[in-house]
C-alpha cells in the first residue's frame, strides 16, 4: 500500500497551488496550515530549493468524528498535502497523504472506515486538477 496518491500537471507552480486550494476546498477540506519549503530552507539552511509547499488539509467535521473515535488520532492530522515543481522544472506534482494508510497501525474498524472515506475526497481532489 502506497503512503500517498499523486497527480503530475504541467501547469505552472503558482497556479497548481491556488487550483489545489479551490479543489481542496470544493471536497470540503479548509487549510489550517502552510510550511513553505523552499522559502524555510533559505531562511534557515541557506539552501536554494525547489518550490515546494506543504498544505495542511482538514475537514472539521471529519477531524471531529475521528477525535471522538480515538482521543490521540490528533497526531495524525490535518492530511498533508504538498506541491512542487518537479526537480526537472518540466510540471508540477501535487500529493497528498493516503489516510487509511496513516490510520491502519490504529486498532479501530471505524475509524480505518472514516480515513477511507477521506482519502477518496483527496483522491477525487487530486483528479480534478
Do not use: W
Request: some cysteine; hydrophobic content about 45%; aromatic content about 6%.
Amino acid at each position: 500500500m502506497s503512503y500517498y496518491f499523486s497527480k503530475i500537471t504541467d501547469r505552472p507552480f503558482e497556479e497548481t497551488v491556488a487550483r489545489t486550494r479551490e479543489a481542496l476546498k470544493a471536497e470540503g477540506f479548509g487549510i489550517i496550515t502552510e510550511i513553505d519549503v523552499t522559502g524555510t530552507f533559505k531562511e534557515k539552511l541557506d539552501i536554494d530549493f525547489r518550490p515546494y509547499i506543504i498544505l495542511g488539509a482538514c475537514n472539521p467535521k471529519a477531524a471531529h468524528e475521528a477525535l471522538a473515535m480515538e482521543d490521540k488520532v490528533g497526531v495524525m492530522l490535518p492530511c498533508n498535502v504538498i506541491v512542487q515543481q518537479l526537480p526537472s522544472g518540466s510540471g508540477t506534482e501535487v500529493a497528498a497523504v493516503d489516510p487509511a494508510a496513516s490510520m491502519s497501525a490504529i486498532d479501530n474498524p471505524d475509524l480505518k472506515a472514516k480515513a477511507a472515506e477521506i482519502g477518496a475526497n483527496l483522491r477525487r481532489a487530486l483528479d480534478s486538477l
